[in-house]
C-alpha cells in the first residue's frame, strides 16, 4: 500500500522508529506497508501528516472520536484540568459524576470500575465473572477481539464449537483451556456447548462484531444468547467498548433491547483519552475489592483526565442526541451510492455511523465468512482511498467510522472516491 506523501518524512521516521519499537510502531494495525504516515495533529474531521499531506480521516482512533478531533468543548474540559493537576492518587468526584451519567445511560449498569483501556476492562469482567460465579471457564465468539490479555487472544479449532488454542506466543495452552469459542450467530452452538459444560463463568461477546465488521446480529440472535445464558446461570458480558455511545446514547444494549450482566465501555467514554469501564449489576460488582474478594487495581484507574473528557462528552451526547441519526444519514448515503454500482465486487454494510464494505458476494454472518473476503482487492480500495486524500482503517478486518465533524461534503468526497475505487480499481 501506498500513503499519500509529498515528501519521505514518513518514510525517514519509520526507519528510526524500527530500531526503537518493535516493527516500528506500537500497534500491529499500524504497520502499514511499505510505511506507515505519520501524524502531526488534527481538527475535526481531518489528519494533517508529517509529510504535508491532509486526510478525511474515516479511522477516528479506530472509535472513540465521535464528535471529532479536537472538539472544543472536550478540549476545554481537559484544559481546566490540566490547571488543577493530573494525577493525584485519590478519589475525585470527577469519577462520581462520570459514573452517574453511565448509569443514566446504561440501565443494565448500576455501579462501575473504572481502568485504563478496554483491553483492562474486559479483564476485569472475565475475572469478575469467574470469581461470582465461582466457576473457571468462558466462552468467546470465534474471532471477536476483547483486548490483548491471555483469556481472550484465543482462536478457535475446526467444527462449531471448540475449545481454545493460542493466538499468540506467550499464550500457555493451560490458560486457552479454560477458553471455549462459539461462532457469531450461532445460538444453537451456544445452547449444545453450555449443556455440556457446566463450568461455564460467562460468555463474552461484542453485540456487533467491531474488529472485523462491523458484522450484525441476526434477527433475535442477540435475546436468544440472553436466554440461553440465562438458563445455564452463565454471566453474559456485553462488551461494548466499540459499540458504547457509538450507535446510540445507550449502545448496542439499548438498540437491539437486550440487558446483560456485565458491560465494558471505552474509547467513546473517555473522550477520546485512555479509558476503560467495567459495570453491571450491584450485586455482581460489589464483589471487586476493596467491598468484595475479586482484586482490581490502577495507579490511573479514574484518572482525572479521563473522567474530564468523558464528562463533556457524554454531556456534549446527551444536549445533541440528534446527531445518531444524522450520522445513519451519512452513512446511508454511502451505502445508496454504492448500491447503484453496477456489477459489485462485494457488499456494504452499515449500522449508525459504523460502515465497511467487504470484498465478498454477500454480508459476512461470521469471523470465517469475514474472512473469505478478497483481501488484495481490499488493499487496492485502501491505497485508492489514500491516495485521494481519505484515511480508512487499513485492513479488511477493521470498521470504519464517521465523526459528528464530518460535514455534508465530506460524506459526498468518500462516496465519490468508493464509487470510482469500485468502478475502477479494486478488483484482482
Not at 269 to 287: D, F, T
Amino acid at each position: 500500500m501506498t500513503p499519500t506523501n509529498n515528501t519521505n518524512t514518513s518514510e525517514q521516521l519509520f526507519e528510526t522508529a524500527k530500531t526503537l519499537l518493535p516493527g516500528g510502531v506500537s500497534s500491529p494495525v499500524r504497520a502499514i506497508k511499505p510505511y506507515p504516515f505519520y501524524v502531526e495533529s488534527a481538527s475535526g474531521a481531518y489528519l494533517n501528516t508529517a509529510d504535508g499531506t491532509t486526510l478525511l480521516d474515516c479511522c477516528l482512533g479506530y472509535g472513540p472520536l465521535l464528535l471529532g478531533h479536537a472538539h472544543p468543548t472536550i478540549q476545554e474540559a481537559i484544559s481546566k484540568q490540566l490547571e488543577k493537576g493530573w494525577l493525584y492518587g485519590t478519589p475525585t468526584d470527577l469519577e462520581i459524576e462520570l459514573a452517574k451519567l453511565i448509569t443514566r445511560d446504561y440501565n443494565s449498569i448500576d455501579m462501575v470500575r473504572f481502568c485504563s483501556s478496554g483491553s483492562e476492562a474486559t479483564m476485569a469482567a472475565l475475572r469478575l465473572a469467574r470469581g461470582y460465579t465461582n466457576k473457571s471457564d468462558i466462552v468467546k465468539v470465534e474471532g471477536g477481539f476483547h483486548g490483548a490479555h491471555d483469556s481472550v487472544l484465543i482462536k478457535a479449532g475446526s467444527g462449531a464449537t471448540t475449545m481454545g488454542v493460542p493466538d499468540s506466543a506467550g499464550v500457555i495452552p493451560d490458560v486457552a483451556a479454560h477458553t471455549h469459542s462459539v461462532a457469531y450467530n450461532d445460538a444453537e452452538a451456544l445452547e449444545s456447548l453450555l449443556s455440556k459444560q457446566p463450568d461455564i463463568a460467562a460468555y463474552i461477546i461484542e453485540p456487533i462484531m467491531g474488529n472485523i465488521g462491523p458484522i450484525l446480529p441476526e434477527i433475535g440472535y442477540l435475546m436468544d444468547v440472553r436466554e440461553i445464558t440465562a438458563a445455564h446461570d452463565v454471566l453474559l458480558i456485553f462488551d461494548e467498548v466499540i459499540t458504547g455511545y457509538r450507535i446510540g446514547r445507550s449502545g448496542a444494549q439499548g438498540y437491539y433491547g437486550v440487558r446483560p450482566d456485565l458491560t465494558t465501555l471505552g474509547k467513546i467514554v473517555g473522550g477520546g483519552l485512555p479509558i476503560g469501564v467495567c459495570g453491571g449489576k450491584r450485586e455482581i460488582m460489589e464483589c471487586i475489592a476493596p467491598q468484595g474478594p475479586v482484586y482490581n487495581a490502577g495507579t490511573f484507574n479514574g484518572h482525572p483526565l479521563s473522567m474530564a473528557g468523558g464528562i463533556a462528552t457524554l454531556n456534549w451526547i446527551f444536549e445533541h442526541e440528534t446527531m445518531y441519526s444524522t450520522l445513519a444519514g451519512h452513512t446511508r448515503m454511502i451505502a445508496n451510492t454504492i448500491a447503484d454500482i453496477s456489477d459489485q465486487p462485494g457488499t456494504f454494510v452499515n449500522i449508525g455511523s459504523m460502515f465497511k464494505y467487504f470484498f465478498r458476494a454477500e454480508a459476512p454472518r461470521n469471523y470465517r465468512e469475514a474472512k473469505e473476503c478478497n483481501t488484495d482487492a481490499f488493499s487496492k480500495l485502501y491505497t485508492h482511498m489514500n491516495r485521494n486524500g481519505i484515511f480508512i482503517p487499513p485492513s479488511q478486518f477493521e470498521t470504519n467510522f464517521l465523526s459528528f465533524a464530518h460535514s455534508t461534503q465530506d460524506i459526498e468526497k468518500i462516496c465519490m472516491e468508493y464509487e470510482t475505487s469500485l468502478k475502477q480499481g479494486s478488483r484482482v
